[in-house]
């Protein structure tokens, strides 16, 4: 045993010594492993995949809700995205996929939505390239965010600063870039507006 002791030692001490000095291939690994957010993929709901357009590298999350329609939680969220995403690419809008990257149903289920690496859409006067577009599906001038979907909206918007090195502090609403909407709606708006967004998401950042 203590043969062994003399052999594994210096093995372990090189091994801390290289982790210390790769910290950022360490943090990367990280990063894979602490999702706390599940995603379910296009196929779940019968998504097709986007057409090729501009690509990006999200420096910073912008939350929106879809307007119009209410989305009750009895209402089928996935064929919901289905038909934005038809709508979307066809004639009317002619975009390359569905506008935004990742959507949030009124269950707290978060569907993928267009590529996170590709520039997503906007009807407003705003460039959304460098933006990761986050939606709650449904109407949040009307629909109430609840405590469960806070909760998803804050462990998500944690999840995407790792992975892409955002600061909490880049995190926003349409309505901060545009001055032709009220989106995300007041039901959401009232937590970016009291800060409690961007502090939630770095607390849950410096336990993660
Ligand atoms: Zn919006």
Redesign the pocket.
């Not at 912008?62 to 809700?65: E, F, I, K, Q, S």
């Given at each position: 045993m203590q043969k062994l002791n003399y052999f594994f030692t210096p093995i372990i001490t090189l091994t801390c010594v290289i982790l210390f000095l790769c910290p950022k291939q360490t943090v990367a690994q990280l990063k894979q492993q602490r999702d706390t957010v599940k995603i379910l993929p296009k196929s779940e709901w019968k998504g097709v995949e986007g057409r090729p357009y501009k690509q990006h590298v999200p420096i910073k999350i912008?939350?929106?809700?879809e307007?119009g329609k209410l989305l009750t939680i009895n209402d089928d969220a996935r064929q919901r995205l289905k038909n934005i995403q038809s709508w979307g690419m066809g004639p009317e809008r002619k975009w390359a996929d569905v506008p935004y990257h990742l959507l949030i149903a009124p269950d707290g289920t978060v569907l993928e939505g267009r590529h996170p690496l590709t520039v997503g859409e906007?009807n407003?006067e705003y460039d959304p390239t460098g933006h990761l577009?986050i939606?709650f599906l449904g109407n949040y001038n009307q629909q109430k965010l609840d405590d469960k979907l806070l909760k998803v909206l804050t462990q998500l918007l944690a999840d995407q600063c790792l992975k892409y090195g955002i600061s909490p502090k880049e995190i926003s609403?349409?309505?901060d870039h545009?001055t032709q909407?009220t989106?995300?709606g007041e039901e959401i708006y009232a937590y970016f507006k009291n800060g409690y967004i961007v502090k939630e998401v770095e607390r849950l950042l410096k336990k993660k």
């Open positions: 912008t939350v929106h809700h307007g906007t407003t577009l939606c609403t349409h309505r545009s909407t989106c995300p």
